[in-house]
């Protein structure tokens, strides 16, 4: 059984910084890529970042890059998610999800599982 459990979720102001991870259950990094994605009151979930099964290729929504990194601990099995320069409009609940596609995946459905999500709430 495969369990993803996201964590490190809060309340930051806008400026701030703020680290979210992804503890992983069920199946090795190793073999798997996984993606963040959020999703903010009355939108649609997002693609925010995503790592590749040997870590060595990174991809980013234009609206985190530079911003967002996105890095692993195969030995944790644990992904995590390095959000700087936090502005409102980054509030949401965040997701880590992993895919057994190869190349970059953007798109929810490529994602086969997922976890329950942890709140990113920025203020002003």
């Known amino acids: 059984q495969v369990t993803l459990v996201e964590s490190g979720g809060g309340l930051v102001q806008a400026g701030g910084s703020l680290r979210i991870s992804c503890k992983v259950s069920g199946r090795t990094l190793r073999s798997y890529a996984m993606g963040w994605f959020r999703r903010a009151p009355g939108k649609e979930r997002e693609f925010v970042a995503r790592?590749?099964?040997?870590?060595?290729?990174?991809n980013y929504a234009d609206s985190v890059n530079g911003r967002f990194t996105v890095s692993k601990d195969d030995a944790e099995n644990t992904v995590y998610l390095q959000m700087n320069s936090l502005k409102p409009e980054d509030t949401a609940v965040y997701y880590c999800?992993?895919?057994?596609?190869?190349?970059?995946?953007?798109?929810?459905?490529?994602?086969?599982?997922w976890g329950q999500g942890t709140q990113v709430t920025v203020s002003s």
């Open positions: 999800a992993s895919t057994l596609y190869i190349t970059p995946q953007t798109t929810p459905d490529k994602y086969d599982a």
């Open positions: 790592i590749s099964r040997t870590g060595g290729t990174t």
